[in-house]
């Protein structure tokens, strides 16, 4: 029994069936095509994550999004954050809420401040939040894992 779906498409005015086979798309299944197939995906014993946060004058509660991440993480050292921080004057700033928590939970420093990338914006010139996540995408290196999450999000233990 062959896998396959038709679809109806048209093209150029005229309707016709397409074969939406296995063996006639991306991956080519047929032995013949073996030596064309992608390798099989790589993972890692160790690996870093990248988790991109995109936040819009929400300091406080981006702050402890930063703060739960790190907190709950069982290995908070592979974290790393990319985040694009779209404030005015007066907003409070996300990283400095976090540090503001990490400090009352009795760490002595900003624990894993260096695994924060900030793209710091002005949030009058924002463009909304499709382009602040592309923005964060730039933020990204080569973590072997990606995440986007809203500024107001939180982490389980």
Same mark, same amino acid.
């Given at each position: 029994?062959?896998?396959?779906q038709r679809l109806y498409v048209e093209s150029d005015g005229a309707f016709s069936w397409v074969?939406?086979?296995?063996? %006639?798309?991306?991956? /080519? +299944?047929?032995?013949?095509?073996?030596? $064309?197939?992608? /390798?099989?995906?790589?993972?890692?014993? =160790?690996? @870093? #994550?990248? #988790?991109? #946060?995109?936040?819009?004058?929400?300091? /406080?509660?981006?702050?402890? &999004? +930063?703060? &739960?991440?790190?907190?709950?993480?069982?290995?908070?050292?592979?974290?790393?954050?990319? $985040? =694009?921080?779209?404030?005015? @004057?007066?907003?409070?700033?996300? =990283?400095?809420?976090?540090?503001?928590?990490?400090?009352?939970?009795?760490?002595?420093?900003?624990?894993y401040k260096d695994q924060i990338r900030v793209d710091a914006r002005d949030s009058k010139t %924002?463009?909304? /939040?499709? =382009?602040?996540?592309?923005?964060?995408?730039? $933020? #990204?290196?080569?973590?072997?894992?990606c995440l986007e999450i809203d500024a107001h999000s939180q982490f389980l233990p």
């Open positions: 029994m062959s896998i396959s074969d939406l086979t296995p063996a %006639s798309q991306n991956i /080519p +299944l047929s032995e013949g095509d073996k030596p $064309l197939r992608p /390798p099989p995906p790589r993972v890692p014993d =160790v690996f @870093d #994550i990248f #988790i991109g #946060i995109a936040s819009y004058r929400d300091g /406080p509660r981006c702050g402890f &999004t +930063l703060f &739960t991440i790190f907190t709950r993480a069982k290995h908070p050292h592979r974290i790393k954050i990319g $985040l =694009v921080d779209q404030t005015q @004057d007066d907003d409070a700033i996300c =990283v400095d809420e976090y540090c503001k928590l990490v400090e009352e939970a009795g760490w002595t420093e900003c624990k %924002s463009k909304g /939040p499709t =382009v602040a996540r592309w923005q964060q995408q730039q $933020l #990204i290196r080569d973590e072997e894992f």
